[in-house]
């Protein structure tokens, strides 16, 4: 069986994509970044192991997906971070199209709740216009130490984290 499939159990993929994951998380955290080395690295090492399995159309496929599906997010400024992307796009090797999709779905899905949490918790829900324009643009105006910053990397582990181990959105 393809290692594609959600058999239930812990495939040698989910450990890398846990250990990306998780320092990602700690640098998201940390430094608001993702760094280059370990998206690209991440996507490189998943090419090498999709050579075991599925093939690397396969893996490339899930990288294709990944950034078609997460780039909107950050062209159109969606909250979405270019690091995010990329980190999607490393899963995507890994787990290919189908669970890049639907990981990437889950992350749209989460994001939103997630970042309204965080601007109640924060303070800066004014009403919902003003929160959803400041988690789309910048505001003119507003000093970059009054911003908020929706460490983003969180919310695309837990939507990988759901599409990996439940059904939600297979097809």
């Known amino acids: 069986m393809p290692f594609w499939h959600n058999t239930g159990a812990f495939q040698p993929n989910d450990i890398a994509v846990v250990a990306i994951c998780s320092v990602a998380i700690l640098t998201d955290l940390s430094r608001h970044r993702v760094p280059n080395a370990l998206t690209f690295g991440g996507m490189g090492l998943g090419l090498l192991f999709s050579l075991g399995q599925a093939g690397p159309l396969f893996a490339l496929g899930g990288i294709a997906l990944a950034f078609a599906t ?8 969606g909250g979405v971070r270019a690091g995010d992307v990329k980190l999607m796009m490393a899963v995507g ?12 779905i889950a992350v749209y899905a989460l994001a939103i709740p997630f970042s309204l949490v965080v601007l109640v918790v924060k303070g800066k829900l004014g009403n919902a216009v003003v929160a959803a324009r400041a988690l789309v643009t910048p505001l003119p105006g507003v000093p970059e130490s009054e911003r908020v910053v ?4 969180p919310v695309v582990a837990a939507g990988i984290l759901l599409a990996r181990t439940t ?3 297979a097809w």
């Open 93 to 104: 090797a890994f787990y290919g199209p189908e669970m890049a999709f639907r990981s990437s």
């Open 167 to 169: 059904g939600v959105l």
């Open 150 to 153: 929706v460490p983003f990397v």
């Open 70 to 77: 997460l780039f909107p997010g950050w062209i159109f400024g």
